[in-house]
């Protein structure tokens, strides 16, 4: 049996010590995306990665989040990408040669997506927005969004932004006057979006 091809490309992402890295298959079910912040959240059971847990042993690595078929890794400000690079792309393409695991089993089967029954009717139109809209966007900076609550009272939706939005300096700016702009229109009752995590 021959083995696939394995390539990978690299990206830019509005986070200048973030940077995307592209692979020609899926890594994730779409929709799920897993966000490490540091090498024990990387071991944590239900959402472990062997794959981000050997990232970090890379001195510049400071997060991992993995989602579609790509790999962000945030870097420590101290070192240039010209630097640390080269490296870190091989390491990532003998480790999919290799045929390693990028998950340990349980962590998709834990984290699975199911659509909440009990979601208002404006949650569930907030939920279509972020997916049909926002999502795809983000990911092709290298990020993710997650929707996390919503106060009907005040109007107030907290989102999650993970991978290089994740203290990214033009994450508030996106948030804003993207998001906030495009859920105030398209969802009544919407008034103010905030972000969770950042």
């Known amino acids: 049996?021959?083995?696939?091809?394995?390539?990978?490309?690299?990206?830019?992402?509005?986070?200048?010590?973030?940077?995307?890295?592209?692979?020609?298959?899926?890594?994730?079910?779409?929709?799920?995306?897993?966000?490490?912040?540091?090498?024990?959240?990387?071991?944590?059971?239900?959402?472990?990665s062997p794959l981000a847990a050997d990232l970090f042993q890379f001195p510049h690595v400071q997060r991992v989040f993995i989602a579609s078929n790509f790999i962000t890794i945030t870097k420590s400000e101290d070192l240039p990408w010209e630097e640390v690079l080269p490296d870190t792309k091989k390491f990532l393409k003998i480790y999919f040669d290799e045929n390693q695991p990028v998950f340990e089993p349980q962590t998709i089967e834990n984290n699975t997506l199911i659509v909440d029954a009990n979601d208002t009717e404006s949650v569930q139109k907030i939920k279509a927005v972020l997916d049909q809209y926002v999502r795809p966007a983000v990911e092709s900076d290298g990020g993710a969004i997650n929707f996390h609550s919503y106060d009907e009272e005040s109007g107030a939706v907290k989102v999650l932004l993970q991978g290089s939005c994740s203290g990214c300096p033009s994450s508030t700016l996106t948030l804003k006057a993207g998001i906030e702009n495009l859920l105030t229109r398209m969802v009544p009752g919407v008034k103010t979006v905030v972000a969770e995590g950042v």
């Open 1 to 48: 049996m021959l083995a696939r091809p394995i390539y990978i490309y690299t990206e830019l992402s509005p986070n200048p010590n973030s940077m995307k890295f592209v692979l020609n298959f899926e890594l994730v079910p779409d929709g799920l995306s897993f966000d490490y912040p540091s090498q024990a959240a990387a071991l944590e059971p239900g959402k472990a």
